[in-house]
């Protein structure tokens, strides 16, 4: 079936298996490989992208749903060589190691901050909980989080 | 006036620097294996057995190459070479004929033009399978009577240490009964790779790998081609943990796309990546320790058993590993550890992050716990006065000649600060309890526990492996100034080894612009990225060519100086004459100045029959420190506070060290409280996410760590290997904690709630420790059969094109002795 979205501003056309998930239509049909596919099953957060304004698993989003309707990603962040203050913070906290949950992370993360600018630490832990890390042990992500609220300054990334 | 400022280098060794793939990462234009296209690239998948024990009486393949879109289907008939592979042992079939061995074999492979056709077509499929009974219990594995998985038996290794006199009289003994589950690395990166065919009849391979020539040795063979028409590229790698030293998807996608003509790319979802990669071996453990009044351990008994599933992998390594290290990181002059490894019809297990030393950590620490509360002992003094340090002698008859500061790792733990203490009950906030704002009660049954644990690993491979690596450094100078091309096969996974190995260019060559070249098989091996060895080994490496290049380039700038005599460096992008400037490097750099070396660790010794030998080349020490909180009513807990204190050698990257500890900690908390492979009659039940836990950001405590830097002789900067340590200790010290807490036995991870409420006993052995099979040993079992592949040829590669200046590129550069 086809499919028209609008993909980090830019209205973009594919054709899709009418099972495709919305991750499935933005790594394969679109090559936007910046959403990462760690479960498929909604557990890991890599996948976190904006469904007009929302922050979904775009692993458990039907490719149809999202026909006609506002996705951004992680690659709809910055342009060219920027990088926003949170992926900023997470190359200076040390919060990426082998870097597969890193977008997912960097994604919710933005979201968070959009919409609690202070967060204390037991409400990073609560809005992170559906992302998984293997590799760092989270310590240096909240550090990330941390860092990037104070670099934004409480203003709305 | 003047004042001199010396030029200095920035980025070098020590500095916590951005890592050089930390950009790409956060932005998610970092390419991971799984997310390689090629133009006309077809997917292939795997169809697998879902019986541990059958045999195969035929395969139907017809209607999936009538499903339009499927390319090809292949069957272990269509493997032109050698039909089996194996990392030490060729003894796993790249497609099943015959015999399946384990449910998850893969019996055919396919490729078709979308994912979803080539699901769709290996549904198609039909294998006809004539069932057969099973053995999945490692203990009955050792019976006369039980199914054979192998020819030549279920026993894949038995290892047998005898040193000084096991019968030694004792004040004191304490006996234990422990049991390890199957953990899974679970890296978040699935298996992937792309397969391109290539003009001259041989492929060219895209992998998220461990060890780039340890897979192209084995995958050649079994494509009936010579190792230079295979070619393999390291692709970005999603984690590891020991999940990609086997072997999955390489030798399928490898044969689709030769089959084929086209590209071929093989990505595992979730579910598959459990049943593709190989998991942490279950262990069952019996201990008896032996002390003085005094607390001086006098004796270790330790029978070690361990499930290796079908295949043997790197069970033969693991299962000496675990003997070796059994008695824990003490003096203990008498002891007899018996450790078997068997095969049996469940997956296969090998490498995982610890590596057969985190099962008897678990158990030699529990051991020490009990040891302290029978003599009315503190359970850190007692550690602390059988604590190993250089000079001790080991069980093996090794004598530990690095630097052994266990004494120093297990004060700074127990000297870090505590955490603040809980609120009286009812008064803390809900999401702080065990089991967050779900938790039913509101801390009435709350108890506090600490514990405390030690261990060790080696660091490198062992038991006489020469694992060397090799590195080619270049130097060579643009518009913009000088620049190192470091170009070395060694495996980034996520630990950082690129980001170590650009610093380590940067202080032996003084110039801060560092290109690490991507990884292939077009340079020498380097060895794997396990056995936290690559910041030992392939920093040796580079070390070495640096200094080889330095030498070169310092040749050239004598003949050029009027006063050639004097102590030339590198600094800032200068060369300095007794320290002063004479030029910049790039001056000097007409021509490119390029080296290739090779590090060797201090030579292993294997095994003897007694098991007396040196097997290992250099040991990292850690310990951490517990705290936990547990519900005794729901059985829930929360882990308040790691503290960790590591023997680390030299940090050349605090932040990475931190993180690793952090990240190994993680893992080691995964196993004690919910991490398990849960298989039942060979199957495994809980493939996802979903059903397999691990740690989240709400399960994470903060983790305090302490860096104990004491420079190890010999290696470069006196680094050690970070990676493993906090994963072996983390488990053992948070049971601990568990039990401190409870007051309960908790003798098998990982601890569920059942067992902290008191619905559940302490896990009992079900039959006595099986008596030491006859006839085996020290060499593993396949060893006899003819199936060892031979790690050690890769060492015996020819020699490069294009070695530069180096008159012997393979002319060895040998740490330890500094010799
Ligand atoms: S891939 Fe979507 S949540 Fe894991
Ligand atoms: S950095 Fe590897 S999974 Fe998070």
């Known amino acids: ?157 | 006036m003047s004042v001199r400022t010396l030029p200095v280098t920035r980025g070098g060794i020590g500095e916590s620097v951005p890592r050089v793939d930390a950009v790409p990462k956060a932005k998610g234009t970092f390419l991971f294996a799984s997310d390689l296209w090629a133009e006309d690239m077809l997917w292939g998948f795997t169809v697998r057995s879902p019986h541990p024990h059958a045999r195969i009486r035929s395969i139907d393949v017809s209607g999936a190459l009538a499903h339009p879109g499927v390319r090809a289907v292949l069957l272990a008939g269509d493997v032109p070479g050698r039909k089996t592979y194996g990392l030490e042992f060729a003894d796993q079939p790249v497609l099943a004929w015959d015999r399946v061995r384990y449910a998850g074999e893969p019996v055919a492979i396919g490729a078709a033009e979308d994912p979803e056709t080539a699901r769709r077509a290996g549904e198609r499929i039909v294998v006809d399978y004539e069932v057969l009974p099973a053995v999945t219990d490692m203990a009955q594995a050792l019976r006369a009577d039980a199914p054979r998985v192998h020819d030549f038996g279920n026993v894949l290794r038995h290892v047998h240490i005898v040193h000084g006199d096991p019968d030694a009289p004792a004040d004191v003994w304490v006996e234990g009964y422990y049991e390890t589950a199957v953990q899974d690395q679970a890296p978040l990166g699935p298996e992937a790779g792309l397969a391109i065919p290539a003009p001259d009849g041989g492929v060219d391979l895209y992998v998220a790998t461990q060890w780039l020539h340890v897979d192209r040795q084995q995958i050649a063979p079994c494509l009936g081609l010579p190792a230079h028409k295979v070619r393999l590229h390291l692709a970005g790698v999603g984690g590891a943990f020991g999940a990609r030293e086997d072997l999955s998807m390489q030798i399928h996608a490898s044969l689709l796309a030769l089959r084929t003509g086209r590209p071929v790319k093989i990505a595992y979802g979730r579910e598959e990546s459990f049943l593709g990669h190989v998991h942490r071996h279950p262990a069952r453990i019996w201990m008896r320790h032996g002390a003085r009044r005094d607390g001086t351990l006098v004796c270790v008994r330790a029978r070690i058993l361990v499930d290796g599933g079908a295949y043997a992998s790197s069970s033969a390594a693991v299962i000496g590993n675990a003997s070796t290290f059994a008695c824990g990181p003490y003096e203990v002059p008498n002891a007899l550890v018996d450790g078997t490894a068997v095969y049996t019809h469940n997956p296969p297990c090998g490498a995982m992050r610890g590596f057969g030393a985190v099962q008897v950590c678990f158990a030699h620490e529990a051991q020490m716990d009990r040891l302290a509360r029978a003599l009315g002992r503190d359970p850190v003094e007692l550690r602390l006065r059988n604590a190993l340090r250089t000079s001790s002698v080991l069980p093996t008859g090794q004598v530990v000649r690095g630097s052994a500061p266990v004494a120093a790792v297990i004060r700074r733990c127990a000297a870090l600060p505590l955490p603040p203490e809980a609120p009286p009950a009812g008064r803390g906030d809900p999401r702080a309890y065990p089991g967050g704002c779900g938790n039913v009660s509101r801390g009435e049954r709350l108890r506090r526990g600490v514990g405390f644990a030690v261990g060790y690993k080696n660091i490198a491979y062992s038991e006489g492996f020469d694992d060397a690596s090799a590195a080619r450094v270049r130097l060579r100078a643009d518009a913009a100034g000088p620049i190192a091309e470091v170009r070395s096969a060694a495996a980034e996974v996520g630990q950082g080894i690129h980001t170590i190995l650009a610093q380590i260019a940067r202080t032996e060559l003084g110039v801060e612009r560092v290109a690490i070249l991507p990884p292939d098989t077009g340079v020498g091996s380097a060895g794997s990225t396990s056995a936290s060895r690559q910041t030992m080994m392939s920093g040796g490496a580079v070390q070495a060519a640096c200094a080889a290049v330095r030498e070169a380039l310092f040749a050239r700038v004598r003949r050029s100086l009027a006063r050639p005599r004097g102590e030339l460096r590198l600094a800032g992008g200068l060369v300095l004459l007794d320290g002063e400037p004479v030029g910049p490097i790039a001056a000097f750099l007409d021509e490119p100045v390029e080296a290739e070396r090779v590090y060797h660790h201090r030579p292993t010794r294997p095994l003897d029959a007694r098991g007396q030998g040196e097997p290992h080349a250099a040991f990292a020490f850690a310990a951490e420190r517990a705290v936990v909180e547990v519900d005794e009513e729901l059985g829930l807990v929360r882990v308040v506070q790691i503290a960790a204190a590591q023997d680390v050698g030299r940090a050349l990257h605090p932040q990475s060290v931190q993180g690793q500890i952090e990240g190994g900690t993680a893992q080691g908390l995964g196993l004690a409280l919910m991490e398990e492979l849960q298989l039942r009659d060979g199957r495994i039940r809980n493939a996802s996410f979903t059903d397999y836990l691990i740690p989240t950001i709400a399960d994470m405590p903060p983790v305090v760590s302490a860096l104990v830097e004491e420079p190890e002789p010999g290696a470069p900067y006196g680094a050690k290997g970070v990676g493993e340590p906090a994963t072996i200790v983390a488990t053992a010290a948070i049971v601990a904690a568990l039990r401190d807490a409870t007051g309960r036995e908790l003798n098998r991870v990982p601890v569920r709630p059942d067992d902290l409420a008191g619905l559940a006993p302490p896990v009992a052995p079900v039959a006595p420790p099986p008596p030491p099979p006859q006839g085996s040993g020290p060499e593993p079992v396949p060893w006899a059969h003819g199936l060892a592949t031979g790690q050690h040829e890769l060492l015996q590669e020819p020699a490069h094109e294009g070695a530069g200046e180096d008159p012997r590129p393979w002319e060895r550069t040998r740490g330890g002795t500094g010799s």
């Open chain 1, 1 to 157: 079936m086809r499919v028209r979205v609008r993909v980090n501003g830019a209205w973009r056309t594919a054709e899709v298996w009418p099972g495709a998930s919305l991750l499935a239509l933005l790594r394969d049909a679109l090559g936007l490989c910046g959403s990462k596919n760690a479960c498929e099953q909604g557990e890991c957060g890599s996948c976190s992208v904006w469904l007009d304004g929302e922050l979904v698993c775009a692993c458990l989003v039907l490719a149809a749903q999202a026909d006609g309707r506002e996705v951004r990603t992680v690659e709809g962040l910055t342009t060219g060589e920027d990088l926003h203050p949170v992926q900023r913070a997470f190359v200076e906290a040390g919060a990426v190691q082998c870097g597969f949950c890193t977008p997912g992370f960097v994604v919710a993360v933005v979201d968070l901050l959009s919409r609690d600018p202070d967060p204390d630490e037991p409400r990073i832990r609560e809005a992170l909980s559906g992302n998984l890390c293997r590799c760092t042990g989270y310590q240096k992500i909240l550090d990330a989080v941390r860092l990037a609220a104070s670099k934004l300054g409480g203003s709305s990334p």
